[in-house]
C-alpha cells in the first residue's frame, strides 16, 4: 500500500462491537477475565491496550517494520533501547544529538556502567575509528538539531553489519514521510512521536521500531517492566494525527524550501542551513537517503543582538521549544535548547548566539515570509 493509504488504515480496524470507523479509547486499567487462567488477551492496561497496539502497528507499518512499540515519550523510548545494553558495554553517538539524549547517557546512564563515545557521525569513519571491543550500539540522529547535519545511514549500517553492532537511528526530524532508515539498512528506528509524527503540540510520546524479532521482544519486555507507556488518549490523539502526516509533511517541505530560499537572497542571513539547499554540504546525500527536506531551517544571523531584535519581532512564528508541529515556531538554541553546552564548545560546530532555528509550520508560505520580511526590517 501507499503511505497515505498505510497511515489511515494500517492498524485501524472498525470496532468488532458498534463499527465504529474510530478507533475507540480503551481507557481502562484492567480487564474482566472469562475464569481462572481464561481470558481475551488482555489483562492489566500497562501490559495491553487495543488503542495503543493500533497505534504501534500504525506507525511500524509507515516505517516499513514489522513490530512497534510505543512509550510515553521520545526519551522513554531511548532509555529502553539503552536496555538493550548491560554494565559495561559502549555505545558510539552522534556528537550533536538532542539534548535531552546526551543529557540521558553521559550524566544519567553513564553512572550505571555504560559507556559513550561521541564522535562527529556525519563522517562514517569517525564511528569505525570509534567502535571499541565492548561496543554494542552505533546511535544515530539525522538530521541533528539544530546544525542539521546529515550522517549515511546505509554507510553506519554496513558499518554495524561488519562488527556484529545494533544500528539505531533517531528519525524524528524527517518522519517515516521522507526517511525510512529500516530499508537502509539500520536496526531500530526510534521517534520522538512528539514532534512530526503527532504533529500538533497537544501530546508527548516515542516510538522505537524494528523487523528484528530478538530487539523487539526485549524492547517489549523492557516497556511493561519499567511501565513508561503512553496513555490510551495520547495514543488515540497521535493516531489520528498520522492519519494527514503525509500532507502536513508535504507543506512543511514545500513552505521550508521557500523560506531557505527567501532567507538565501537576505543581507542579514549570514549562513542558511538546510538540507534541500545546494549549499548545504551534504545536499547530495540528503538527495539519496530523503525523499524530502523536512521543515527545521537553521539561520544565522551574526550576532546576538540580531536574532534577538527578531525572535521579537516575529508575529507568526512563536518562540517556543519543541518543533514539528503545524504552527511555525522559532527558537534560539544557544539560550535554550543548548544552553548547557558551553559556548565555546558551541562555536565549535557553528552554534553561534546569532542562530536562530525555524520549526516551519502548514501556515500560508506568503504569510510566513511576509512575517521574516517585516521582522527583518
Ligand atoms: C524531542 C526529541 C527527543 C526527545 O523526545 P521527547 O518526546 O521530548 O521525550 C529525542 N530526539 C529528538 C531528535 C527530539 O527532537
Same mark, same amino acid.
Given at each position: 500500500m501507499g503511505f497515505s493509504t498505510d497511515a489511515i488504515h494500517a492498524g485501524q480496524i472498525p470496532d468488532p462491537t458498534t463499527g465504529a470507523i474510530s478507533t475507540p479509547i480503551y481507557q481502562t486499567?484492567?480487564? #474482566?477475565?472469562?475464569?481462572?487462567?481464561?481470558? !481475551?488477551?488482555?489483562?492489566?492496561?500497562?501490559?495491553?491496550?487495543?488503542?495503543?497496539?493500533? @497505534?504501534?502497528?500504525?506507525?511500524?507499518?509507515?516505517?516499513?517494520?514489522? *513490530?512497534?512499540?510505543?512509550?510515553?515519550?521520545?526519551?522513554?523510548?531511548?532509555?529502553?533501547?539503552?536496555?538493550?545494553?548491560?554494565?559495561?558495554?559502549?555505545?558510539v553517538v552522534s556528537n550533536n544529538v538532542y539534548g535531552g539524549t546526551y543529557r540521558l547517557m553521559e550524566l544519567i546512564m553513564k553512572e550505571y556502567g555504560l559507556d559513550f563515545s561521541w564522535v562527529d557521525t556525519s563522517?562514517?569513519?569517525?564511528?569505525?575509528? #570509534?567502535? !571499541?571491543?565492548?561496543?554494542?550500539?552505533?546511535?544515530?540522529?539525522?538530521?541533528?538539531?539544530?546544525?542539521?547535519?546529515?550522517?549515511?545511514?546505509?554507510?553506519?549500517?554496513?558499518?554495524? !553489519?561488519?562488527?556484529?553492532l545494533i544500528c539505531v537511528v533517531d528519525n524524528t526530524f524527517m518522519s517515516p514521510y521522507f526517511q525510512r532508515p529500516l530499508g537502509?539498512?539500520?536496526?531500530?528506528? /526510534?521517534?520522538?512521536?512528539?514532534? *512530526?509524527?503527532?504533529?500538533?503540540?497537544?501530546?508527548?510520546?516515542?516510538?522505537?521500531i524494528t523487523n528484528d524479532f530478538k530487539i523487539h521482544e526485549r524492547i517489549k519486555y523492557l516497556q511493561n517492566a519499567i511501565g513508561a507507556v503512553p496513555s490510551p488518549f495520547d495514543c488515540w490523539l497521535t493516531l489520528r494525527a498520522t492519519k494527514t502526516l503525509a500532507v502536513r509533511m508535504k507543506q512543511h517541505n514545500a513552505n521550508a524550501i521557500k523560506i531557505a530560499e527567501y532567507l538565501s537572497t537576505k543581507f542579514y542571513a549570514k549562513k542558511v542551513i538546510y538540507p534541500g539547499l545546494k549549499s548545504h554540504p551534504q545536499h547530495e546525500l540528503a538527495k539519496k537517503q530523503m525523499s524530502g527536506f523536512g521543515g527545521m531551517i537553521s539561520v544565522d544571523f551574526g550576532s546576538l543582538d540580531n536574532a534577538?531584535?527578531?525572535?521579537?519581532?516575529?508575529?507568526?512564528?512563536?518562540?517556543?521549544?519543541? /518543533?514539528?508541529?503545524?504552527?511555525? @515556531?522559532?527558537?534560539?538554541?544557544?539560550?535554550?535548547?543548548?544552553?548547557?553546552?558551553p559556548k565555546?564548545?558551541?562555536?565549535?560546530?557553528?552554534?553561534?548566539?546569532? /542562530?536562530?532555528?525555524?520549526?516551519?509550520?502548514?501556515?500560508?508560505?506568503?504569510d510566513l515570509i511576509a512575517d521574516i520580511e517585516q521582522a527583518l526590517k
Open positions: 486499567s484492567t480487564y #474482566a477475565q472469562e475464569e481462572l487462567g481464561v481470558n !481475551k488477551g488482555f489483562e492489566y492496561g500497562r501490559t495491553h491496550n487495543l488503542t495503543r497496539q493500533a @497505534l504501534e502497528i500504525n506507525i511500524a507499518t509507515l516505517e516499513k517494520g514489522k *513490530y512497534g512499540i510505543a512509550f510515553s515519550s521520545g526519551l522513554a523510548s531511548i532509555q529502553a533501547i539503552l536496555g538493550l545494553m548491560k554494565n559495561g558495554d559502549h555505545t563522517d562514517t569513519k569517525n564511528i569505525e575509528n #570509534a567502535i !571499541k571491543k565492548n561496543t554494542k550500539i552505533i546511535y544515530i540522529e539525522t538530521p541533528t538539531n539544530p546544525m542539521l547535519n546529515l550522517t549515511d545511514i546505509e554507510a553506519t549500517a554496513k558499518i554495524c !553489519k561488519a562488527n556484529k537502509l539498512g539500520a536496526d531500530v528506528v /526510534l521517534h520522538s512521536t512528539t514532534k *512530526y509524527i503527532n504533529g500538533h503540540c497537544d501530546v508527548v510520546g516515542g516510538m522505537i534577538k531584535k527578531i525572535i521579537n519581532n516575529l508575529k507568526i512564528f512563536t518562540l517556543a521549544e519543541s /518543533l514539528g508541529g503545524v504552527e511555525s @515556531l522559532v527558537s534560539h538554541p544557544a539560550s535554550m535548547t543548548h544552553a548547557s553546552v565555546v564548545e558551541r562555536e565549535k560546530f557553528g552554534l553561534t548566539d546569532g /542562530l536562530i532555528r525555524f520549526s516551519v509550520g502548514i501556515e500560508d508560505a506568503e
